[in-house]
Every structure is written in structure tokens, then in C-alpha cells.
């Protein structure tokens, strides 16, 4: 049976990966270019902002700008008063789940400032969206209501944001149960899977507690993205095809100036790609 | 088509004092004469890989595994969590909360010069790589070292050198490393992994760290777990024992309850186990 | 994608040459299925002349791999380059599959 037909399903999984997932923009537009269609779109953490902003048909000049305005230093940096009251006595100002150290009233803010009243039945390209349940530890798909609630979920990374509820779940980021949920797209019978995943970064020269707390967390996330895509590349009946920019330079959270390069690798990564994804995509023309 | 017995690997791997289940497992293998080609051993888990490679009696094991964890290892994780807190502690990719010379002391008394040739069964230890996040697998020299590294909690405890190499916990790349009962070409691998309880409240920020904690592993475990079973070409049979409380390295006094429980579940796959060995295929 | 073998010592050294991706994995199934049906359990695939390695290429090398061992051999791989070893080690294979620097050392594994 040939594995590709008419009835081929493509989809594009963009991990976690802050301000490197703009490059997702880039393979985009080598997807356009070529005609070639896109049946979903799965998205995590900073890949969820992408992935939003793809399926809901933006053209990349709009993205650019809306992320530029949208992800600042400013988003982190006002804390939580009650955060700081309640690391020091956790009995008698209640702490809870809904622990986050940072005042998450500005993320909200410029989230719902870039998405508005978009819901997920408004995107061009149907959307899912990865979060974790912070009392279970399992991935959440989220696919239905507000986008710009889904993404801030999926962008509550622990200790920072307050855990952020949707159906009566505490979610927070998606990378904690898988940084590249391939599996998402897996499960709606997806045939071609084009993968753009991150490596977290790790500490040039490890100099303080929080210098530590980071590296381990880049090593621990790092570890569960191979072996998920590991196991889902086994899973699968059909195809995954990783795409992985290249950074020369560091790139760090906030480095939103830094984008039109990170656009430019991913189309780089995205045309090394394409000769075997056109030759899969054969002569029946497939165009999703 | 015919080949020589099946090789039978054990993998012990992450779990704290849970994996003084793998003294329960043990005395079912012994009782039950399954010879063990390899072991491989995580974290806590290679405690007891490493004393069951030495083919010592499950009695032993358990006396053995009280002199570890006494109540002064973890000194000076309480001073020095709150210097972290006001800003006064200086951190290194050395450093660690507690101070380890309690921790060495104890398994310097248990290990003391034992060496990977001196054991009967061949043994590998995992750990990581702290600055390049890379599985390690130590399986020469000082089984000590070996441990010393594997155990080493992140934050907690100091990372140990080894080679050049500056190591943590190997539970940190792979909690129950099966690829290396796989490389070793186990036919039969028999692994005995712990999943991490969750809390059903979060009233500090310590147990927000833990739960979050718990996450990335249970969820690093089970994926592991689902690619090693897709890819060995043979049987691997997951001893999971189940505890109804949470366990914490303190509760040293429950350690022949938690051997129990490491019995039962390993007679669960016992008869499974058996028809395998027994079979021609 | 070409495929070509020959014995040395006892052992199949599988040349291939190209690409072993979704397009390519049914051709070298069948030829690797062919050569272990002929009792020839000890493989070495050298990959000194692929370029590219997909998801469902690896599939089908995981079959070969699984199908050896089951039989007491094994397929070893010898002379992987840059890219298709990072494809390898993101796929968690370097954990689970021998590989070698080139065939002569991958045959000596094998005594």
C-alpha cells in the first residue's frame, strides 16, 4: 500500500523552546512556497504562541510584531508579594498549588492583548495545545475555547507562573510531561510528522544555586525529549521528520531582537528537509 | 533455531530507600536458582545491583542497607538551604546542600575497597554527566566511585568526579537504564523501577520542587520504558512494587515491609519468568 | 538506493548506499529479510555511503536488529556519518544498537 495518497495527513510539532520556536515561521514559509498543505498543528510552551499564530493563518509580519510586543522582560518582571510572604511562613499565608513567584496579571495581559477572543474554532488549521496536570503529571491536550488561556497554561513554567486552571485542572508547561509532543499528533492519525523540537540550553559556568537549578533542569528536560521522539519514532506507522535549526549564537529567553535570524534557520532547516518531503510527497501531489 | 540458555539481566533502578524492594527480589532469585549474567544499577538502585553482584544472601543485604541511611546524612542540608534562601551561600558546579561526609563514611564502611573485577556477576552503574547532561555507565574501577556518583542527588548532594568527569544521579538521564541490559545482549531482562508518588497537596515550596520532580521522572520513566519494550528483541519483566504511603530516606524502619513488597511483585512475574527460561524460543 | 553483500569471516557485510527512508525501507526489508532466511545471523551494515536516515528507515533497521538477536546473532553498524548520527542518537539507537568507526572493527566484534 503506498504511504502516500490523497488521503496523506501532514502536521506540524513545535516543542518548547521560548523564542527559538519564531522558527517555525521560517519553515512555514518554505511549507507555502512549495504549496504544500498543513492539517495541524501541535504546539508547547513557546512553540504553543507559533503554533497559534500559524493555525490562525497570521501572516508572519503579523507574528514578528506580536511577539515582539508580547514577550518582553517586563512579563517576569514584577513579583508576587504574596509569593514572597508565602516562601517564608507557607502555614499562615496559605500556600498552595497556586503557587508562582511571579505576578502573571502582565502575561495575561499582553496574551490576551495578541489573541483576544480567538478561540480554537477560529483557526484556519485545526490547533492543539500541550500543557501538564500538575497534580498527575500527565500531558493535557488542549483544543477547545480560549487560545490565549491554553497558551499561557502551557507556558506556566513551575515555580515562576502560578499554575493556571482550565476545566478545574492546575496546568502548567507542557515540556514537563513531553517537550515535543509528536504523540499529539500521533494519536489523530497523522501520517507525516514535521518535528521542530529544542534543546535546552546548558550553563556556560554553573556560579550559583539558581545557575545549578537551571542546568538540571535543561538536562532533565533534554533527557525527556530524546526519549519521547525516541519511542514515538518507533510508535509510528509512518513518518517523523526532525527539523532542528542550527543557533551559532546563544540565544537567550528574551531575545526577541533576535528573531529574524531565528527565522532564517529555520527556513534553512526547513529547506534541508524538503527534498525528501517532496519526494514522499510524490507525484500524487498531495497538498493536504 | 537452537541457542545456549538465555542470558538474564537485572536492572535495579531509581527509587530512594523504595529499592530496598530489590532485597525481596533478590531472595526470590536466590530461592528460585535464576542465574543472573549482568546487572545494571541506578541511583539507589545501584546499592543493591552492586551488592547482589557480589552474590551475597538477601539477609545481608538488608542489614547492609540500614548502616546506609542513618540519621545524621544529610548534615547541613538545613543551614545551608536557608543561606540559598538570604543569598549568603556560595554555589558551585561542586557544591551541594549537604555536607557528604556522613554519606561517604557510610559507604566507604560498605564498599570500601571493592573493585567492578572483584564481583562475581558483571556489573555497570549509571550516572550523568552534570554539564553535558549525557548517560554515564561506570563499569570498571571503584565501585564506590561508581555508587558515590549515581547517588548523587542534584542540589543535594555534591556531584562526584570520576575520570575527569563531574557526575550526578543517573536517574537524571534514564531511571532504569534497560539499553544497557540491551547493549549487553540480555535475552531476559528483569527490571525492577519505582514510581514517584504525588502529592495531593502543595503547601510549601519544597514540595512544590518535589512534585515537580516527581513529574519529569514518572514521566521520563514511563517513556524510557515504552522505547526499550518497542526496541529488545526479547522479554523484559517490570517488577513495579506498589506502597501504600509515601517513603522517604528516613524511614529505615520500614525496610523489611518495603522488601516485602519487593517479593510480592517479583513473584507476580515469576511464573512468566519460568515458562521464558524454560522454553526453547 | 543500492544495496550490495558479501561475507567475511562468517559475516554479512551489508553495503548500502543512499537514502533509508520511508520510499527506501521496503527494498532493504527484503533484501535484509533475504539474507537473514539464509541463516546468515551476523551482520555488518555499512553506512559509509548513507546520507540520510528517516524515521521509517530506522524502523525497518530496528526490525533487522531484533530479528538477529532473537536468532543469537546481531546487526552492527560501522562507518555512520555526522548527520545520520545525529538522527541516530535523537532516535535513542546509539543506546541500544553497536556501532563502529568502520567494517574492520565492527568484524572484530563479532570473535
Known amino acids: 500500500m503506498a504511504l502516500v495518497n490523497e488521503n496523506t495527513r501532514l502536521a ?80 499562615l499565608f496559605h500556600f498552595d498549588e497556586n503557587f508562582g513567584l511571579i505576578d502573571d496579571s502582565r502575561l495575561n495581559r499582553q496574551l490576551y492583548g495578541a489573541f483576544g477572543e480567538a478561540s480554537f474554532a477560529d483557526t484556519h488549521i485545526p490547533l492543539h495545545i500541550a500543557a501538564t496536570d500538575f497534580f498527575d503529571g500527565e500531558q493535557v491536550v488542549l483544543s477547545s475555547g480560549l487560545i490565549w488561556e491554553a497558551i499561557r497554561a ?62 538540571i533542569s535543561s538536562v532533565t528536560s533534554n533527557n525527556l525529549l530524546k526519549t519521547n521522539f525516541a519511542f514515538h519514532n518507533l510508535a509510528h506507522h509512518s513518518e517523523i521528520i526532525p527539523i532542528l535549526p542550527e543557533f551559532t549564537q546563544r540565544i537567550h529567553l528574551f531575545d526577541t531582537e533576535k528573531i529574524p535570524y531565528i527565522i532564517d534557520e529555520g527556513e534553512k532547516a526547513a529547506e534541508q528537509a524538503l527534498p525528501y518531503l517532496k519526494r514522499l510527497l510524490g507525484a500524487t501531489g498531495v497538498s493536504g | 533455531m537452537g541457542q545456549s540458555r538465555k542470558r538474564v539481566a537485572l536492572v535495579i533502578g531509581s527509587g530512594g530507600i523504595k529499592c530496598a524492594a530489590a532485597i525481596g527480589m533478590w531472595r526470590v532469585l536466590q530461592a528460585e536458582n535464576i542465574p543472573i549474567d549482568s546487572i545494571v544499577g541506578c541511583s539507589g538502585g545501584s546499592l543493591y545491583a552492586a551488592l547482589i553482584a557480589k552474590n551475597i544472601g538477601w539477609q545481608e543485604l538488608e542489614t547492609l542497607s540500614r548502616s546506609l541511611w542513618t540519621n545524621d546524612i544529610m548534615q547541613g542540608y538545613t543551614e545551608n538551604l536557608k543561606a540559598s534562601k538570604d543569598g549568603s551561600l556560595r554555589y558551585n558546579e561542586r557544591s551541594g546542600l549537604v555536607n557528604d561526609a556522613v554519606m561517604n563514611r557510610n559507604l566507604q564502611q560498605i564498599y570500601g575497597e571493592l573493585s567492578f573485577s572483584d564481583l562475581t556477576i558483571p556489573l555497570t552503574i549509571v550516572a550523568t554527566d552534570l554539564l553535558l547532561g549525557e548517560k554515564v555507565l561506570l563499569s570498571e574501577g571503584s565501585v564506590f566511585d561508581a555508587i558515590r556518583a549515581s547517588l548523587a542527588i542534584p542540589i543535594i548532594f555534591p556531584p562526584w568526579e570520576v575520570n575527569g568527569r563531574l557526575l550526578i544521579d543517573g536517574a537524571v538521564s534514564d531511571p532504569l537504564p534497560i539499553d544497557v541490559a540491551i547493549q549487553n545482549g540480555a535475552d531476559i531482562i528483569i527490571a525492577m523501577g519505582f514510581t514517584m508518588s504525588y502529592r495531593q497537596r502543595l503547601r510549601s515550596m519544597t514540595a512544590v520542587q518535589e512534585q515537580v520532580n516527581s513529574i519529569y521522572m514518572n514521566n521520563l520513566l514511563s517513556s524510557t520504558y515504552a522505547f526499550f519494550n518497542l526496541a529488545h528483541h526479547a522479554e523484559i519483566f517490570p517488577i513495579v512494587p506498589e506502597f501504600d504511603e509515601p517513603l522517604t530516606m528516613f524511614d529505615t524502619q520500614k525496610i523489611p515491609q518495603i522488601a516485602e513488597s519487593g517479593m510480592q511483585a517479583t513473584q507476580e512475574q515469576l511464573p512468566h519468568i519460568r515458562r521464558l527460561l524454560a522454553s526453547s524460543q | 538506493m543500492e544495496i550490495s553483500d558479501r561475507q567475511i569471516n562468517g559475516i554479512t557485510v551489508i553495503a548500502l548506499a543512499g537514502s533509508i527512508d520511508a520510499l527506501t525501507a521496503p527494498a532493504i526489508a527484503e533484501s535484509i529479510n533475504g539474507i537473514i532466511s539464509r541463516g546468515e545471523i551476523n551482520l555488518v551494515a555499512d553506512f559509509h555511503g548513507i546520507d540520510y536516515t528517516s524515521s521509517a528507515g530506522l524502523r525497518v533497521l530496528l526490525g533487522a536488529v531484533k530479528e538477529t538477536r532473537s536468532r543469537g546473532g546481531d546487526l552492527r553498524l560501522a562507518a555512520v556519518q555526522l548527520d545520520v548520527m545525529k538522527v541516530l542518537k535523537l532516535s535513542g539507537f546509539t543506546n541500544i544498537l553497536k556501532l563502529y568507526d568502520d567494517v574492520d572493527s565492527a568484524l572484530a566484534s563479532f570473535s
Open chain 1, 12 to 91: 506540524l510539532v513545535i516543542g518548547s523552546g521560548s523564542v527559538k520556536c519564531a522558527a517555525a515561521l521560517g519553515l512555514m514559509k518554505v511549507l507555502e512556497r512549495e504549496n504544500i498543505g498543513v492539517n495541524l498543528v501541535v504546539g508547547c510552551s513557546g512553540g504553543a504562541l507559533y503554533a497559534a499564530s500559524i493555525a490562525l493563518g497570521w501572516p508572519v509580519e503579523t507574528s514578528i510584531d506580536k511577539t515582539l510586543s508580547l514577550w518582553t522582560r517586563r512579563v517576569t518582571e514584577k513579583r508576587s508579594r504574596k509569593a514572597v510572604l508565602q516562601i517564608i511562613l507557607p502555614g
Open chain 1, 154 to 215: 502551557s507556558l506556566s513554567i513551575p515555580y515562576v507562573f502560578p499554575p493556571y486552571r482550565v476545566a478545574g485542572r492546575a496546568l502548567i508547561d507542557g515540556y514537563q510531561s513531553d517537550p515535543l509532543p509528536v504523540g499529539i499528533a500521533i494519536k489523530e492519525g497523522i501520517d507525516i510528522i514535521l518535528a521542530m523540537g529544542f534543546e535546552s540550553p546548558y550553563q556556560e559556568r554553573i556560579t550559583s544555586l539558581m545557575r545549578y537549578n537551571f542546568q
